[in-house]
């Protein structure tokens, strides 16, 4: 069963603009994480944020945001001011605790910042 | 910092070849595990090791094997290489095998099976 969904396959925005990218899960282990990568073009994968599911407070790192909704399991990454350098893949991931040996991979998002 | 390292970043096989990918990372991480990524698919694992001389199957096993020795290196071996296989591949470490803790990646292998 497809535990991570990511149902945008592409997306665009204008620089400067706010973007989230959508994110939903499926669990029954009541202790997990939840990261966002981000694979610009020159294929790396970049780890962004992390946000655990006992966390009362949305995870931030500077510009990017996790919007976390343990009831619907979503777990959206938002983007603000958006620069063209945000132009990449991104792939959202989770972590169980009862099979925390691997990580789970969504189909990723693309993303386009236009300028 | 040199991270986790991969190498070759190319390689162009003929199909039943055989060939090793190698990984190293400089952290000291007891974790570390290999993925392909395959278009549409995200990332999914082929085998992980979560300390020298221990490792078990992840999702996709079939066709590689990998052994670990010491913790700072884990090669990926393609024993008899198929067309199957053409993919991205992306070999990560973490400094403990914990549901709160993120992988670091190397820069990735790009395998075409011929």
């Known amino acids: 069963a497809q535990k991570i969904t990511q149902t945008q396959p592409g997306m665009f925005v204008q620089e400067k603009e706010a973007v989230t990218l959508d994110c939903t899960y499926d669990?029954?282990?009541?202790?997990?994480?939840l990261f966002w990568y981000k694979q610009p073009s020159s294929g790396e994968m970049i780890f962004l944020i992390y946000?655990?599911?006992?966390?009362?407070q949305n995870a931030t790192e500077g510009r990017y945001s996790l919007n976390f909704q343990k009831a619907r399991k979503s777990a959206n990454l938002v983007i603000s001011a958006s620069q063209l350098g945000d132009s990449a893949m991104y792939f959202c991931?989770?972590?169980?605790?009862?099979?925390?040996?691997?990580?789970?991979f969504g189909a990723g998002t693309r993303l386009t910042v236009k300028p | 910092n040199a991270g986790v390292t991969q190498t070759p970043k190319f390689q162009v096989l003929k199909t039943g070849q055989s060939m090793t990918l190698q990984c190293a990372q400089d952290?000291?991480?007891?974790?570390m595990s290999w993925y392909r990524q395959d278009p549409g698919m995200g990332l999914r694992l082929i085998h992980y090791?979560?300390?020298?001389?221990?490792?078990d199957q992840g999702e996709v096993p079939n066709g590689y094997n990998v052994s670990r020795s010491t913790t700072e290196d884990f090669p990926l071996r393609l024993l008899s290489a198929a067309p199957s296989q053409t993919s991205v591949y992306f070999c990560?470490?973490?400094?403990?095998?914990?549901?709160?803790?993120?992988?670091?990646f190397g820069n990735g292998t790009r395998l075409t099976v011929t």
């Open positions: 991931a989770m972590r169980e605790n009862y099979n925390n040996n691997d990580m789970r």
């Open positions: 990560a470490s973490g400094p403990l095998s914990s549901y709160n803790s993120p992988l670091h």
């Open positions: 952290m000291n991480h007891e974790y």
């Open positions: 090791s979560v300390g020298a001389g221990i490792t």
């Open positions: 946000q655990g599911s006992y966390d009362q």
């Open positions: 669990t029954s282990d009541p202790s997990y994480g």
